[in-house]
């Protein structure tokens, strides 16, 4: 198993800092995977993932999933479709294909997005005070680019 040097686990970003499970270079799973916690892929995945943590799929990682979490940080390649209940993150150089529904989306220049992203929770603020309804949404996919 490729080990990763220390600087590679901590430089992405966590929710609680602690990494609970890793899949590393060279690895291949296929299957369901569900956690608690962070996980890191950065080797191959086939299958599904649940979980209302967080998932961060390191640069190397090719994973063709469906995907249920809390909030994603991608860094590699997923293919499948992927529901995020909190946040959803595309950093360069990741390559995403497949449709996303989260409430929070950021997509650094440089990234590949073929789907259609719908932002869900935006709702939320609903009906305005006085009984007025929101505005109709905007058509199409909407997402914040970062550069």
């Given amino acids: 198993m490729a080990m990763l040097k220390r ?3 901590t430089s992405v970003p966590t929710a609680s800092g602690d990494l609970n499970a890793l899949l590393g270079r060279g690895s291949e799973f296929e299957g369901k995977l569900t956690f608690e ?3 890191r892929i950065d080797g191959k995945f086939t299958g599904n993932i649940v979980t209302n943590d967080v998932l961060v799929v390191g ?3 090719k994973i063709s999933a469906e995907i249920t979490c809390g909030t994603i940080i991608v860094h590699g390649e997923i293919t499948g479709n992927v529901r995020a209940k909190n946040a959803v993150e595309l950093h360069h150089p990741a390559k995403m294909r ?3 529904e989260t409430p929070s989306l950021m997509i650094e220049k440089g990234v590949i997005f073929e789907g259609q992203c719908k932002m869900e929770g935006m709702e939320k603020g609903g009906i305005e005070k006085g009984g007025a309804s929101k505005p109709a949404p905007a058509p199409g996919p909407v997402a914040a680019v970062k550069s």
């Fill in 7 to 9: 600087e590679e686990l």
């Fill in 37 to 39: 916690g962070t996980v």
């Fill in 59 to 61: 640069e190397g990682a």
């Fill in 98 to 100: 497949g449709n996303l």
